[in-house]
Nanobody
Framework: VQLQASGGGLVQAGGSLRLSCAAS???????????MGWYRQAPGKQRELVAA???????NNADSVKGRFTISRDNAKNTVYLQMNNLTPEDTAVYYC????????????WGQGTLVTVSS
């Protein structure tokens, strides 16, 4: 499974961005994907979960983004989205798309990352 993320960039505090991530590969592997999600890693910090979503639409969101970020998924397009509103400088990080096939919420595949920079 290959994951191609897009949509990062520079935005002012209070602004919005939408990240997209498309999965591709063998049809059997794509069909086996359970959860898809977004993680982020800020400079000097560990990678952390931002939000994840199952094929059925159940979501798991970090407390820091609840009420501001919304994860969604288009199973027909094998694509996951992250709508980010009311961004703050603390959201500045490299955002990684991920997908899992072995467990309900575990991630097995990772995209290349897209940089989100929020200026104050």
């Amino acid at each position: 499974v290959q994951l191609q993320a897009s949509g990062g960039g520079l935005v002012q505090a209070g602004g919005s961005l939408r990240l997209s991530c498309a999965a591709s590969g063998r049809i059997f592997s794509i069909f086996a994907i359970k959860a898809m999600g977004w993680y982020r890693q800020a400079p000097g910090k560990q990678r952390e979960l931002v939000a994840a979503i199952t094929k059925g639409g159940s979501t798991n969101n970090a407390d820091s983004v609840k009420g501001r970020f919304t994860i969604s998924r288009d199973n027909a397009k094998n694509t996951v989205y992250l709508q980010m509103n009311n961004l703050t400088p603390e959201d500045t990080a490299v955002y990684y798309c991920a997908a899992g096939v072995r467990t309900d919420w575990g991630m097995d595949y990772w995209g290349q990352g897209t940089l989100v920079t929020v200026s104050s």
